[in-house]
């Protein structure tokens, strides 16, 4: 089956660092990636599309210019949080899909905490 | 009205029982349906598409409503490993394909 990983999978941080999360589609090459951020007990809550070679499309409310994405390749796409606050702690996770109405599959998640 | 509904549970079953749950949604031009369950502290897996004719594996049978706008899922025989949050994904139609969670619904299973 189609495999997503995602690195860091924890994470600890100061709060004003920024801090870098990598998700890759292992076998299979991904058109599309989400991201998602999930408060416990919450649902997931989706932040941003990413195409490969395009800029990212934010859900509203997401601020762009704290949430970076960066979709270099049909098999990476990263999330860099940008002067993390200890609002930002979270559990991000990200899914890659081949087609439009493919499944998504998604990463283990990383777990961010800002002290 | 939200996009994707669910009821939260959480549904408190013994094993063995059959479990059914529903999830609505709004946008009528939504074209894909998906369930997926996910474990605490783990990342959402999927367990079935949801296709018009309804369909089924094993123990899980999905369902397709268009005209009410809702899918179901139920479970038979339940077993103490089906505790999880079972999550409805439904992609955003007229031409996005962006999808969307339901907030989930906790099913636990108890000896």
């Known amino acids: 089956g189609a495999v997503v990983s995602q690195h860091p999978s924890r994470v600890i941080c100061k709060s004003g660092t920024s801090v870098k999360i990598e998700c890759r589609s292992l076998?299979?090459?991904?058109?599309?990636m989400f991201w998602y951020r999930q408060f416990p007990k919450k649902s997931l809550m989706l932040m941003a599309t990413?195409?490969?070679?395009?800029?990212?499309?934010?859900e509203q409310g997401v601020e762009k210019d704290k949430f970076l994405i960066n979709h270099a390749s049909l098999t990476l796409s990263t999330l860099t949080v940008t002067s993390a606050h200890p609002e930002d702690s979270s559990f991000y996770i990200c899914?890659?899909?081949?087609?439009?109405?493919?499944?998504?599959?998604f990463g283990p998640g990383t777990r961010l905490l800002v002290l | 009205r939200k996009e994707v509904e669910q009821d939260p549970g959480p549904f408190n079953v013994p094993e063995g029982a059959t479990v059914a749950f529903n999830c609505t949604y709004s946008?009528?031009?939504?074209?894909?349906f998906f369930w997926y369950r996910q474990d605490c502290r783990k990342e959402p897996k999927l367990l079935m598409s949801?296709?018009?004719s309804g369909n089924e594996d094993g123990r899980f049978t999905a369902q397709l409503n268009r005209a009410s706008q809702y899918i179901s899922l139920l479970i038979r025989d339940s077993k103490l490993s089906d505790s999880a949050t079972y999550l409805c994904?439904?992609?955003?139609?007229?031409?996005?394909?962006?999808?969307?969670f339901g907030r989930g619904t906790s099913l636990i299973v108890h000896p």
């Open positions: 949801v296709y018009s």
């Open positions: 946008n009528s031009a939504s074209q894909s």
């Open positions: 076998d299979f090459q991904a058109t599309t």
């Open positions: 994904v439904v992609n955003r139609g007229g031409g996005s394909y962006i999808p969307t």
């Open positions: 990413s195409n490969e070679g395009s800029k990212a499309t934010y």
């Open positions: 899914s890659a899909r081949v087609g439009l109405e493919e499944t998504q599959y």
